[in-house]
């Protein structure tokens, strides 16, 4: 019988440390997907999981809840 493996634990500082380049890559290589599609028009299904990240991001910004980093440093250009 094997022993149960020990929880991890991981403080949410290290982990948002670690998710975030994670993240921004799966992101980035989202949207470049949906705009190869429809090169014309950028249009997000409003039952998409992105459409409803997108609302929430634009309610967050809006109660001033969120920082928006600029282009450069988002996508390490």
Avoid: C, H
């Amino acid at each position: 019988m094997r022993t149960p493996t020990p929880p991890i634990t991981v403080n949410t500082q290290e982990l948002a440390r670690v998710l975030e380049p994670i993240i921004r890559r799966i992101v980035r290589e989202e949207l470049t997907r949906a705009v190869a599609q429809q090169t014309k028009v950028f249009r997000l299904k409003p039952d998409s999981p992105l459409y409803d990240d997108m609302r929430e991001i634009l309610r967050r910004k809006a109660s001033g809840k969120i920082k928006l980093y600029p282009y450069a440093e988002v996508w390490g250009e």
